[in-house]
């Protein structure tokens, strides 16, 4: 079983690759956007209480591209995206809550189920391949 699931995401790294190069373009696009946007945008952000009545440090997550790169990853992967940072971000520009929802659409729910679809479809043949051999 340990060998079967290490070999059988091999049989299908082109798909992999391809999702990678555009989850990364993606982010990138997204990153320079939200960068301009919320890290640049001092009139809304510098000196301004947030949903929780402090002042948020918007250029720690957002004040440069490679920056913005992360916390994306962060909203991606949905870790303290909510509180952390999405929150933060539409109390000054509800707006913004749409581009977070079709990130995370796109890429949580559509991208890394593809992934995992890879993955799954290649350890199941492996595996049937495998069983056929023994027989």
Known sequence: PFLTSWT?????????????VFLVCLIYVCAIFLTMQV???HEAYLGAL???????????YFGTV?????????VITLDNWADGIVRHVIH????????????????????????????????LGTATRKAALSR
């Open 92 to 123: 000054q520009q509800p707006l913004m809550g749409f581009l977070f929802i079709l990130l995370i659409l796109s890429t949580t729910y559509g991208l890394l189920n593809i992934v995992v679809g890879v993955i799954v479809e290649n350890t």
């Open 50 to 60: 947030s949903y929780d009545g402090t002042e948020w440090a918007y250029s720690t």
């Open 39 to 41: 890290g640049h945008n």
């Open 66 to 74: 490679p920056r913005s790169m992360l916390t994306l990853w962060q």
């Open 8 to 20: 059988a995401p091999l049989g299908k790294v082109r798909t992999l690759a391809w999702v990678a």
